[in-house]
């Protein structure tokens, strides 16, 4: 063992790691990308995509403390879908294509087989999105983490044409506000639904309460984030959106407006989608006023699309058509004196 090993950082574990990854990494390979892993950096060709005025997306992002739960049920292949969906998804709400992704991974202590169920669901996202994983990095900082912690973040890079990005400007009073369903709480809140669990209730991971029609109480908030990429992206390029709101930190009263002009309002009616039930377990259990659930969790919506109300019927059945539920939630209308650009009715 050298000096290196016995101060808590094992570079053969580094090079068993690489070695676990790379099917994984190279499934996610797309036009663009050149060479594999292992170079000092990550390439990948524009000129592989013939575009008239391209413009780059970039977007970086985390899972919060949703880490802890993965970390206490011991499952890690999961947790690499929602870095993954958490970045693309931003990127897909300015209109760009996500093209490649690079991670990161900060732990105590390199198991190479638990950071290898990591990436692979680093590269289960990828697939799904269309994005090449060309690089990334482990870093192992004994002194930093616990030998069982770990942090993980991601960065993904997309492009649009210039003409086809949406900015505020696009969305106007009397589009109609679609919602596309989300798996759960995705990757946002989770501080407050420790807290309700752990810290004011003594709630056990492998309860089984009704409300959650069969889950446990664990796998009902570990459900991985939803990506819309595939579904969405198509009707961004032939303009049939022209807006996007992902729905992460502060809910659907944070986001919305995000999308739009200060001259409008974004009208949401409550009950137009179905509710989850883990909202509904985690209003009861923590006694939560609506507001603050709307403020903090997506309640059930984790994408809401502005669209002309002339072309509402043919997005919702080509939405169908590529598997994606979706529900007419709201309206854009000019926004009252004084009023805030988001109201729930």
């Not at 101060?7 to 053969?12: I, L, Q, T, W």
């Not at 990494?25 to 995509?49: C, K, Q, W």
């Not at 680093?122 to 616990?146: K, N, Q």
């Not at 309460?209 to 109480?217: A, D, K, R, W």
């Given at each position: 063992?050298?000096?290196?090993?016995?101060?808590?950082?094992?570079?053969?574990?580094?090079?068993?790691?690489?070695?676990?990854i790379k099917a994984a990494v190279s499934s996610t390979d797309r036009p663009g990308v050149v060479g594999g892993i292992g170079s000092f950096g990550g390439m990948f060709d524009l000129g592989e995509l013939h575009m008239k005025h391209p413009v780059l997306v970039s977007g970086t992002d985390g899972v919060g403390t949703k880490l802890l739960i993965a970390q206490r049920l011991g499952k890690h292949?999961?947790?690499?879908?929602?870095?993954?969906?958490?970045?693309?998804?931003?990127?897909?709400?300015?209109?760009?294509?996500?093209?490649?992704?690079?991670?990161?991974i900060a732990t105590g202590h390199n198991d190479p087989?638990?950071?290898?169920?990591?990436?692979?669901?680093?590269?289960?996202?990828?697939?799904?999105?269309?994005?090449?994983l060309i690089g990334g990095e482990t870093a192992e900082m004994p002194d930093m983490y616990s030998q069982e912690e770990y942090d993980l973040a991601g960065t993904v890079t997309g492009v649009a044409e210039k003409d086809q990005l949406l900015t505020t400007e696009l969305p106007q009073a009397g589009d109609v506000l679609l919602g596309l369903p989300s798996s759960g709480i995705h990757s946002n809140g989770f501080s407050l639904v420790r807290q309700i669990l752990f810290k004011d209730h003594d709630i056990r991971l492998n309860n089984q309460p009704s409300v959650l029609q069969g889950?446990?109480?664990?796998?009902?908030?570990?459900?991985?984030?939803?990506?819309?990429?595939?579904?969405?992206?198509?009707?961004?390029?032939q303009k049939l959106i022209k807006g996007v709101s992902h729905i992460t930190g502060g809910g659907l009263i944070e986001n919305v407006p995000r999308m739009i002009g200060d001259q409008l309002q974004a009208?949401?009616?409550?009950?137009?989608?179905?509710?989850?039930?883990?909202?509904?377990?985690?209003?009861?259990?923590?006694?939560l006023p609506l507001a603050d659930c709307f403020q903090t969790f997506n309640m059930g919506i984790g994408l809401v699309l502005a669209v002309d109300p002339a072309k509402v019927d043919l997005v919702q059945e080509k939405l169908t058509g590529a598997g994606e539920k979706s529900y007419r939630i709201g309206q854009l209308r000019h926004r009252p004196e004084n009023a805030a650009k988001i109201e729930i009715k």
């Amino acid at each position: 063992m050298n000096r290196y090993q016995e101060a808590g950082v094992d570079v053969n574990a580094g090079y068993e790691l690489v070695d676990r990854i790379k099917a994984a990494v190279s499934s996610t390979d797309r036009p663009g990308v050149v060479g594999g892993i292992g170079s000092f950096g990550g390439m990948f060709d524009l000129g592989e995509l013939h575009m008239k005025h391209p413009v780059l997306v970039s977007g970086t992002d985390g899972v919060g403390t949703k880490l802890l739960i993965a970390q206490r049920l011991g499952k890690h292949d999961t947790i690499g879908i929602d870095v993954v969906a958490m970045c693309v998804n931003d990127v897909l709400a300015q209109g760009a294509e996500p093209l490649f992704f690079l991670d990161y991974i900060a732990t105590g202590h390199n198991d190479p087989q638990k950071m290898a169920e990591i990436v692979s669901g680093v590269a289960a996202g990828c697939r799904d999105a269309g994005v090449a994983l060309i690089g990334g990095e482990t870093a192992e900082m004994p002194d930093m983490y616990s030998q069982e912690e770990y942090d993980l973040a991601g960065t993904v890079t997309g492009v649009a044409e210039k003409d086809q990005l949406l900015t505020t400007e696009l969305p106007q009073a009397g589009d109609v506000l679609l919602g596309l369903p989300s798996s759960g709480i995705h990757s946002n809140g989770f501080s407050l639904v420790r807290q309700i669990l752990f810290k004011d209730h003594d709630i056990r991971l492998n309860n089984q309460p009704s409300v959650l029609q069969g889950m446990t109480v664990g796998e009902a908030i570990l459900k991985p984030t939803r990506i819309y990429v595939r579904q969405v992206l198509p009707l961004i390029r032939q303009k049939l959106i022209k807006g996007v709101s992902h729905i992460t930190g502060g809910g659907l009263i944070e986001n919305v407006p995000r999308m739009i002009g200060d001259q409008l309002q974004a009208v949401i009616v409550h009950r137009s989608w179905p509710s989850l039930p883990v909202f509904d377990y985690l209003q009861q259990l923590g006694q939560l006023p609506l507001a603050d659930c709307f403020q903090t969790f997506n309640m059930g919506i984790g994408l809401v699309l502005a669209v002309d109300p002339a072309k509402v019927d043919l997005v919702q059945e080509k939405l169908t058509g590529a598997g994606e539920k979706s529900y007419r939630i709201g309206q854009l209308r000019h926004r009252p004196e004084n009023a805030a650009k988001i109201e729930i009715k």
